[in-house]
């Protein structure tokens, strides 16, 4: 049987020269039998540390530019208040480079990524809580277009991205500079379904513990709906979960990120103003992996106000090749 290192090795191979990688899952380097758990309080950050093995990057550590390197936050986690410091990903890789050129080899070292809990509930981390990515070629333009199907479309079988709904209502194209041609699109705009608006109250709805346990397989096992209440009407900022009212079927090829800038309305269009920070941030766990089993709602992790007049109702989806 193929170890860790040999099954990321030979993943590697497969993306070289399409600038596309994603690491294993990254989880708080202690030890099994210990108790420790890492508790970061609301409002707040702590440095989690890891241990940086050989499979955390291809090859490992080559044949990936430092600057293309991005943090994801696992969903489970996220929706629970976690955030991971962006640039994190390239600092780490950087230090492992030069270990490496210095020592001759690659050894494991420790580190650490710092987190921000924006919930308002003391969060534990106990388990996995984020990758490394890269994004790979960006799929725009006429061949975005050619890429996107409708649910229940017979001519829209064969077609590797398929969203359920209906265009212009559930979603639409975002075109790049403000023209609606297709050459200048690049994304999705996927509405907001405001009705399942929920967050996290400082106190407790449940007897059950925010946290994960370490031995979490899936955020299905483990709903955040328990902990939710429905949310309130402010346009002070808080962390906010929500459904799209289209899902999204991803296929093996072609990976998702979502953009950090989540919209009132649709009239701002410009692709550079999508993919920065804005006064209501979806927070960065944005990478959304296909491998042929992305058909679902997406769920929304916002830091911003819920008033309607200026929250969110549009989440920016962007897809590249793998």
């Not at 920070?277 to 769920?299: A, F």
Request: hydrophobic share 30%; glycine share 8%.
């Amino acid at each position: 049987m193929a170890t860790r290192a040999e099954s990321h090795e030979r993943k590697f191979q497969l993306y070289t020269g399409k600038k596309y990688f994603e690491s294993r899952d990254i989880e708080p380097d202690f030890d099994p039998k210990s108790k420790v758990s890492f508790r970061i309080p609301a409002g707040g950050e702590l440095d989690i540390p890891i241990l940086v093995t050989e499979d955390l990057y291809p090859g490992p550590f080559r044949e990936v530019d430092p600057e293309d390197v991005k943090e994801h936050t696992l969903s489970a986690q996220a929706q629970r208040g976690a955030s991971v410091k962006e640039g994190d990903g390239k600092r780490i890789y950087l230090r492992g480079q030069e270990r490496k050129r210095r020592l001759g080899r690659f050894y494991p070292f420790q580190d650490h990524i710092t987190t921000y809990n924006h919930g308002a509930q003391d969060l534990e981390i106990n388990a996995r809580f984020c990758e490394f990515y890269t994004e790979g070629p960006r799929l725009t333009g006429r061949a975005l277009i050619e890429s996107i199907g409708e649910l229940g479309n017979p001519k829209h079988k064969d077609r590797p991205i398929i969203l359920s709904g209906q265009q212009g209502e559930d979603w639409e194209l975002i075109f790049d500079n403000g023209e609606d041609k297709p050459e200048n699109a690049v994304g999705i705009y996927m509405k907001i379904d405001r009705s399942t608006m929920r967050y996290v109250p400082a106190q407790p709805v449940t007897d059950e513990p925010l946290s994960l346990p370490r031995d979490y397989k899936s955020s299905r096992e483990y709903p955040i709906e328990k902990h939710t209440v429905p949310v309130p009407d402010t346009r002070e900022k808080i962390l906010w979960l929500a459904y799209t009212k289209a899902q999204l079927h991803l296929p093996a090829g072609v990976h998702a990120v979502l953009g950090k800038a989540v919209v009132t309305d649709v009239r701002k269009k410009e692709l550079d103003h999508l993919e920065k920070e804005g006064d209501q941030t979806h927070k960065n766990s944005r990478h959304l992996k296909g491998w042929g089993k992305t058909n679902w709602e997406v769920i929304v992790e916002v830091f911003g106000p819920t008033d309607d007049k200026v929250s969110a109702h549009y989440l920016p989806v962007f897809f590249f090749e793998e």
